[in-house]
């Protein structure tokens, strides 16, 4: 299922990023400027998508903030099924478009559904663009509606690392993960 689709079943895409910001940040209280800067939505629309949230039930009105309601009828459904919706690996790789000449991408973690993993993204190219990359993430970050961890490197100390057995590469590669970008023949 596409972003387009969940945005139009939940009514819109800001909608679904604030719905997404609490259901998998569940122990954090969040004012609306955090939401704000968390999901890119404007300061207006945060703010009346939290109240509609508080009036079913889904958040809780904190002294700071909005809190998710982890008694919520149906938290583990919609759990269930944001998470089945996450960005695929299709919109990773266009999103990463502008961060340099990718060799090397595959998504891992909240991507596929094991919140174990050390890395969500591990990326290997070159002329990499540190800035791009970090807006490229936090764009996805804001659809997904949780901070992704990921790591970077130039081709040729990602193949050095690679090499060498680095714990940090092999922790993506050694387990379950999908490589969207594989100009390297790993």
Do not use: C, W
């Not at 400027?33 to 109240?51: H, P, Q």
């Not at 990773?92 to 340099?100: L, P, S």
């Not at 290997?124 to 970090?134: S, T």
């Amino acid at each position: 299922m596409n972003e387009k689709t969940v945005e139009t079943i939940f009514g819109s895409a800001d909608r679904i990023k604030v719905i997404r910001l609490f259901v998998f940040n569940p122990e954090k209280i969040f004012d609306v400027s955090a939401i704000v800067s968390r999901t890119g939505a404007s300061k207006a629309r945060a703010a009346k998508e939290t109240k509609n949230l508080a009036k079913i039930g889904l958040v809780n009105r904190k002294a700071r903030g909005f809190v998710l309601n982890k008694s919520f009828a149906h938290l583990f459904p919609l759990k269930e099924f944001l998470s089945a919706t996450n960005p695929d690996g299709e919109r990773v790789a266009d999103k990463m478009k502008r961060v340099g000449k990718i060799k090397f991408l595959a998504i891992a973690g909240v991507f596929i559904g094991n919140q174990e993993s050390r890395l969500d993204i591990l990326v290997a190219g070159d002329k990499i663009k540190e800035v791009a990359l970090e807006k490229a993430i936090k764009g996805l970050e804001s659809e997904i509606g949780r901070e992704l961890s990921f790591s970077f490197f130039e081709t040729e100390d990602f193949k050095y690392r690679l090499a060498m057995h680095d714990k940090l590469v092999l922790d993506v590669l050694d387990f379950p993960h999908e490589k969207i970008v594989n100009k390297l023949g790993i």
